[in-house]
């Protein structure tokens, strides 16, 4: 299940099961939002497509050493497209969902899914670089 690019090796189960987890978090937090307040619910979806595409990614990402940024996109673009699946899925597919969202909020909310779990990779590797220099023996 894994892939070899220049002697990296790409965890496919790990990006998938990543997006899967990402998407049942928005779900599971995001719905019942949305009956408490579709405003509040317009302005969550994209903060907590960020801010749970960047928690998930860095902790499915803690134990890797290599790759992190290849791996924080491939599970946003994974999820994204799970998240397509289950749009194109309903009666009106793509149309019924920008209908709720408004294109420009659809959109920005599907970036930020992506945004997050690079972010989440970026500071993953920084963490690990910087704890790396300051084990080094001097």
């Not at 992190?68 to 491939?74: K, N």
């Not at 969202?101 to 899914?113: C, D, E, H, I």
Request: aromatic share 10%; charged share 10%.
């Amino acid at each position: 299940m894994r892939q070899k690019v220049r002697n990296m090796s790409i965890h496919w189960v790990r990006v998938v099961l990543g997006a899967l987890l990402l998407e049942v978090v928005l779900f599971a937090v995001l719905v019942p939002i949305s009956f408490v307040s579709a405003t509040l619910f317009l302005v969550m979806v994209p903060a907590g497509c960020f801010v749970f595409g960047y928690l998930v990614t860095r902790w499915l990402l803690r134990t890797l050493s290599s790759g992190l940024l290849l791996h924080g996109l491939l599970i946003g673009i994974v999820a994204t497209a799970m998240y397509f699946g289950l749009v194109f899925m309903q009666p009106d597919g793509l149309a019924s969902a920008i209908a709720v969202y408004g294109a420009p909020l659809f959109w920005f909310s599907q970036a930020m899914r992506i945004a997050g779990c690079v972010t989440g990779a970026l500071h993953r590797g920084r963490q690990a670089g910087a704890r790396s220099s300051t084990a080094a023996p001097v």
